[in-house]
């Protein structure tokens, strides 16, 4: 079960069913995305396909039938909506090529492929297919719908696509799986009933033999809203935190002295091998990985540069592609890294995580107040950034709101001595609100509370114990709970339509989504699950892929819609 | 009994002490209250303080296998990196194209039809000639009663001395002298010309333009373009064809290279040095043609109106001179693999006398080469010919053949042949010398 499997076995299809000859990819904003997740332009062109085009974009090309393309043939890869519809249309009426083969990426409606018909009055029309991929496919175990502040239009038009997406990516895995949802939820119930209702109406398409039943299991961002307020130390989930990872794209231009050609950069662990073997490794194996790299590097550029006899040219000229592939590859990750790490000395992030993590996983209420209060005294030394201020008064807050002896008064007084905006203080508030109603918090941070005892008392026995990585999301116990056939059927109950079966069968696929949006540290974790589960197999997914920045205005927005 | 190494001090105590503050209480009931007292926080401790008794047991007895397995646990999650991932296979899709073609069929059904007719009056009206034209265009095609019609059916202007009704002589139909389009005899000759061919163009003298209206000339403009895509093949076309036919033989040579490489690279003796290094040669030739062909897309002339042309030149420009840059320049060098394979049987030699392994050859015999039968010239010299020279001379005539046609896996069986052919021949030999 491979997401980017899933998606690129798709587009394979999509391409090689209209035999050989030169082709245009016809696209609409979403789905460029969709594809350039995971095919780069050059790996796309090796297969013929030479023009990306997009239908909502300049389209209005009257000259339509006479600009001469009409020995291309087009590939159309649409989201089924109406705008779609009514531009392809328009297209099919005026064709700029000679043949069309249509996908769409979800279910159209009969209806609309009879309007699509009746346009194609020159008969270009030679295919129309609907294929499943409605996601953006991060990594193979992760997928997102790229929807901001899903709360916001939740009944209107997030849930409606949410809906979509999450069928879609059942329906390219070949899954039809019991759907549990997070009992104390609301919009996880609601989103439960609609998959089930879309499963029953397309039953022939969710026809699979199965070996074992696999499990989708809805969450709610708000079970778990610690995670996404920290800051990572492994490779992804920290450029997301401190660059931002959007589709796959980094936007470097801000950084002071950047090439124009390293403004904005691509990171792929389809395509760049040293991001694939660096992804999940901390900031520390990173720096020498990098080293490694940089000395390969140098020993290959010194041998180049003795080009002294014909066969030393020769040698270079059959070489010299790689070394360039090469050193572009260097070049980049040395900016992105060289950027993070005088970051992490700007904003003093190995004291801030530091308290971080103790704050998330031990109980040691005066010695944090006063860590919190040292960081955020403005006469200190050291100068912290006002979000990773903020951050930690809502994770005090968050931790000991129950707690006799609490001061979070008192920190909120410090922040706006400290000149700290009033969104900012305000979101606290709103933090507080959002975790209130619907989180068991105190299990958040109880439930591993005794694991924790127990490994703080053998600390010094184990001998390796990183600081910067003892918070363990709520994930993890979930899916240690799955894999053990136990999760509890009172907070998370199965729909209607499954209590002739076992509430916990052996399930070895499971696909986790939450609303809300999903971090790469959890996605860190359910790496870590695969390889030591490797009966089971699973997939996380959400609405969005957060940062703390994110995170916030998501929060801000969710309480602002009061849903 | 509990123990713990407190982080503080390095000597190890023992006794009843608190997990949280290590001070040592005597007794498991006074532990028990301290801890309700002082620690009451930790409320879910005190439902595992009796857990970690137990573990702490554990821990004594297995202290050291545990750390070891702690940390071998640590270590092989830093193992993150990619692994094998299976192939995955296409998920579910769903064809409309059925439903598609029926609806559409019906639909065009109706404009073919329609349009049929057209061009069959629009022959007809072509061979009209002589004075009393509009009274034939009349009997060809009925035209409208345009006394009910006040005003013009497309531009609603009304119809006065000034502003006369025209009929459209295709479909009959009225319009005003501006709404009307012209058709010139010429461009309807062609439309015509290339349904019929028998038809010659005898019409004699007339009139240059034939009035329709906009409907008609749509529906003559719209069949028209589909007949333009199917007959023209532009330039760039044929380029485009020829390089991917070069880049279809250029792959099967890299196929027949790649095993040659291996093969010589386990030291089998199947494939000829200089062989290899020939058809290395042979295709980086025709990598030079396929980067001679793209140049030539490269410079087709674009006019303005096309400005999505000289994207798709660059782009396929682009892709040629990648796919040579990855497949073609990392070919393997058949020297540097010879001096390999050298230096490879010069140590087995050293190790251990290998016997020759008896490999048996399974050479393909691909696709319809054969040598052409030469006739083999009578040598000079008046020895009478020995049937098997001369057949040893046929085979290296083949031999010279194969090589110079690049089918490399003919030579290998051919020079198999040879051997045998020779082997033959030299005992021949020696008999013929003890017989003698």
């Known amino acids: ?563 | 009994m509990a123990m713990a190494q407190s982080p503080l001090d390095t000597d190890i105590q023992e006794g009843f002490i608190c997990p949280v503050c290590y001070k040592d209480y005597r007794s498991s009931s006074n532990l028990f209250s301290h801890f309700v007292e002082l620690h009451s926080e930790e409320q879910d401790l005190l439902k595992s303080i009796k857990d970690l008794v137990g573990k702490a047991k554990k821990r004594i007895l297995k202290i050291d296998e545990k750390d070891l397995e702690l940390f071998k646990n640590e270590l092989s999650l830093q193992e993150f990196h990619w692994d094998y991932i299976e192939p995955q296979e296409p998920g579910v899709s769903r064809k409309h194209t059925d439903f598609f073609k029926i609806v559409r069929r019906e639909r065009l059904d109706h404009r073919t039809s329609e349009t049929n007719r057209l061009i069959i009056r629009l022959d007809k009206l072509l061979h009209i000639n002589g004075s009393d034209r509009k009274q034939q265009e009349q009997e060809l095609v009925t035209w409208l009663d345009g006394t009910a019609v006040s005003r013009c059916p497309s531009c609603a202007a009304t119809f006065n001395i000034t502003r006369r009704q025209h009929h459209c002589r295709l479909c009959g139909s009225v319009m005003c002298n501006l709404c009307s389009c012209f058709l010139s005899c010429d461009v309807a000759k062609m439309i015509v010309t290339n349904v019929y061919t028998d038809r010659d163009n005898s019409s004699s003298k007339v009139e240059d333009n034939i009035r329709l209206c906009t409907h008609c000339m749509n529906m003559l403009e719209s069949r028209n373009q589909v007949q333009m895509i199917q007959g023209n093949q532009p330039l760039i076309c044929q380029l485009y064809d020829r390089l991917q036919k070069t880049k279809i033989d250029l792959q099967e040579s890299i196929n027949l290279y790649e095993k040659m490489c291996n093969s010589l690279m386990s030291s089998e003796d199947t494939f000829h040095l200089k062989d290899a290094q020939s058809l290395r040669a042979s295709i980086a030739q025709q990598a030079e043609v396929l980067d001679i062909i793209s140049k030539q897309i490269m410079s087709i002339s674009s006019e303005d109106n096309q400005p999505k042309l000289s994207l798709l030149k660059n782009a396929i420009r682009q892709a040629t001179t990648r796919y040579i840059k990855e497949y073609l320049l990392v070919l393997p060098n058949p020297a540097e693999l010879d001096k390999m394979r050298k230096n490879r049987t010069i140590k087995h030699l050293q190790a251990v006398e290998l016997p020759k392994p008896v490999s048996l050859k399974k050479i393909a015999v691909t696709t319809g080469w054969s040598p052409e039968n030469l006739a083999v010239q009578q040598s000079v010299t008046d020895t009478p010919n020995d049937p098997l020279e001369e057949q040893i001379k046929i085979v290296q005539n083949y031999i010279e053949q194969a090589r110079s046609a690049n089918r490399y896996e003919e030579v290998v069986s051919l020079e198999e042949n040879l051997k045998f052919l020779k082997e033959a021949y030299r005992m021949n030999q020696i008999h013929s010398d003890i017989n003698v």
């Open chain 1, 1 to 563: 079960m491979n997401v980017i499997g899933a998606v690129k076995a798709y587009i394979t299809k999509m391409i090689d069913e209209s035999d050989p000859g030169m082709k245009v990819l016809l696209m609409d904003k979403e789905t460029t995305s969709i594809i350039s997740m995971v095919y780069s332009q050059s790996e796309i062109q090796q297969k013929e396909v030479f023009l990306l085009e997009r239908i909502d974009l300049g389209g209005t090309n009257n000259s339509g039938s006479n600009s001469g393309l009409r020995y291309l043939k087009c590939l159309v890869f649409l989201r089924p909506t109406p705008q779609n519809i009514d531009l392809l249309s328009k297209e099919l009426r005026n064709p700029r090529y000679g043949f069309y083969y249509i996908y769409f990426s979800n279910i159209v409606a009969k209806a609309d492929v009879k309007i699509l018909a009746e346009n194609d009055e020159q008969e270009v029309v030679k295919e129309v297919q609907e294929l499943y991929m409605d996601y953006l496919a991060v990594n193979p175990h992760l997928f997102s719908f790229g929807l901001f502040n899903c709360m916001n239009n939740w009944k209107s038009s997030t849930l409606q696509k949410t809906v979509q997406g999450l069928a879609s990516v059942l329906l390219s895995l070949k899954k039809s799986p019991m759907i549990r949802y997070q009992a104390n939820s609301e919009v996880c119930h609601e989103l439960a009933q609609k998959i089930d209702g879309f499963i029953s109406n397309e039953s022939d398409l969710f026809k699979f033999g199965q070996a074992s039943q696999p499990l989708l299991l809805i969450l709610d961002r708000r079970c778990d809203p610690v995670t996404p307020l920290l800051n990572q130390w492994t490779y992804q989930a920290m450029v997301h935190e401190l660059l931002g990872i959007n589709n796959n794209r980094v936007n470097l231009s801000k950084v002071k002295g950047i090439s124009k050609e390293l403004a904005e950069i691509v990171l792929s662990a389809e395509q760049d091998s040293f991001y694939a073997i660096n992804i999940y490794l901390n900031f520390g194996e990173i720096g020498q990985n990098i080293k490694k790299l940089m000395e390969q590097f140098q020993e290959k550029a010194k041998s180049h540069q003795k080009v002294e006899s014909i066969a030393d040219m020769k040698a270079f000229v059959e070489t010299y592609p790689q070394f360039k592939k090469l050193s572009g590859n260097v070049f980049k990750h040395v900016t992105v890294v060289g950027e993070l790490s005088s970051m992490v000395s700007e904003y003093e992030l190995l004291d801030v995580s530091e308290i971080e993590q103790e704050i998330t996983s031990q109980s040691d209420h005066s010695s944090h107040l006063q860590s919190v209060r040292r960081l955020l005294n403005p006469t200190s030394q050291k100068k912290i950034r006002d979000l990773d201020a903020v951050k930690l008064v809502m994770l005090y807050a968050l931790h000991y709101r129950n707690h006799a002896s609490n001061d979070v008064r008192g920190l909120i007084k410090m922040l706006k001595k400290r000149n700290v905006s009033e969104y900012l203080i305000s979101s606290i508030d709103a933090v507080l609100r959002y975790a209130g109603r619907y989180a068991h918090t105190n299990e958040i941070f109880n439930v591993v509370e005794a694991v924790k005892i127990t490994k703080r008392l053998f600390k010094g026995l184990s001998g390796v114990d990183n600081v910067y990585t003892q918070h363990k999301p709520v994930l993890n116990e979930i899916l240690d709970e799955i894999a053990k056939g136990r999760l509890r059927e009172d907070l998370y109950p199965r729909l209607n339509g499954f209590t002739s079966q076992q509430i916990n069968p052996r399930s070895q696929d499971v696909i986790v989504f939450f609303i809300g949006g999903v971090t790469y540290e959890e996605s860190l974790s359910v790496h870590v699950f695969n390889k030591n589960n490797p009966g089971m197999r699973v997939i996380l997914g959400g609405t969005t892929i957060h940062n703390s920045k994110s995170f916030l205005e998501e929060v801000n927005e969710t309480i602002r819609a009061n849903v």
